[in-house]
């Protein structure tokens, strides 16, 4: 009888018992669900920045070819291929598949405009007709960037403030220099 009395004494009450196990497990629970769920925003958050800098790499690279492409034809032994060639394979490894696919649409568009260029085969109207698909080709990877970072606004209509080829300001004749007017 002297057993049965000290099991008495050990056993604790369901009533306690049950919500301090539950208790103890959502607290396990909480916290491992916590951890994983913000472990997932971090990284969410770690590829965006990732992405949201290869764009930019991408941008500037493009811009520092696109100078040399506007320059003499000697500038084009500077351009930095190996620069442009690495940031369009970083964006082909990390951004969505869109993304990547009109970063290489820049990449075709740059290729014809730098091999006419390059050839000696540019009159006005082609060098116009290829840098305007060039132009056409960056807005869209602008605009498929912005949409995949979060949305950014409505989508842009123009990336530059160049007036157009039709813009009378191209055909206006140049005004006289200022200074002393003969007499």
Same mark, same amino acid.
């Given at each position: 009888?002297?057993?049965?009395?000290?099991y008495k004494?050990?056993?604790?009450?369901?009533?306690v018992l049950?919500?301090t196990v539950?208790?103890? =497990?959502?607290?396990?629970?909480?916290?491992?669900?916590?951890?994983?769920? %913000?472990?997932?925003?971090?990284?969410?958050?770690?590829?965006?920045? $990732?992405?949201?800098?290869?764009?930019?790499? =991408?941008?500037?690279?493009?811009?520092?070819? =696109?100078?040399?492409?506007?320059?003499?034809?000697?500038? *084009?032994?500077?351009?930095? @291929?190996?620069?442009?060639?690495?940031?369009?394979?970083?964006?082909?490894?990390?951004?969505?598949?869109?993304?990547?696919?009109?970063?290489?649409?820049?990449?075709?568009?740059?290729?014809? $405009?730098? $091999?006419?260029?390059?050839? %000696?085969?540019?009159?006005?109207?082609?060098?116009?007709? $290829?840098?305007?698909?060039?132009?056409?080709?960056?807005?869209? =990877?602008?605009?498929?960037?912005?949409?995949?970072? %979060?949305?950014? %606004?409505?989508? *842009?209509?123009? *990336?530059?403030?160049? &007036?157009?080829?039709?813009?009378?300001? @191209?055909?206006? &004749?140049?005004?006289?220099?200022?200074? &002393?007017?003969?007499?």
């Amino acid at each position: 009888m002297d057993h049965i009395d000290n099991y008495k004494l050990v056993r604790a009450p369901w009533e306690v018992l049950v919500p301090t196990v539950g208790a103890v =497990f959502a607290a396990l629970a909480g916290g491992a669900v916590g951890a994983i769920l %913000g472990h997932r925003s971090q990284g969410a958050h770690w590829r965006r920045n $990732l992405r949201m800098t290869a764009y930019a790499d =991408f941008i500037r690279s493009y811009a520092e070819v =696109f100078h040399r492409l506007t320059g003499p034809p000697n500038q *084009l032994r500077r351009i930095d @291929w190996s620069d442009w060639n690495r940031n369009l394979a970083v964006i082909s490894m990390i951004a969505p598949e869109e993304v990547a696919r009109q970063a290489v649409a820049v990449d075709e568009a740059m290729w014809q $405009l730098s $091999l006419r260029k390059g050839r %000696g085969y540019l009159d006005v109207p082609d060098w116009v007709r $290829l840098r305007g698909a060039l132009e056409e080709a960056v807005l869209r =990877f602008v605009n498929l960037a912005r949409c995949e970072q %979060g949305g950014l %606004g409505a989508d *842009l209509n123009r *990336l530059i403030g160049r &007036p157009a080829p039709a813009d009378p300001i @191209w055909t206006e &004749p140049p005004a006289e220099p200022p200074g &002393p007017q003969p007499t």
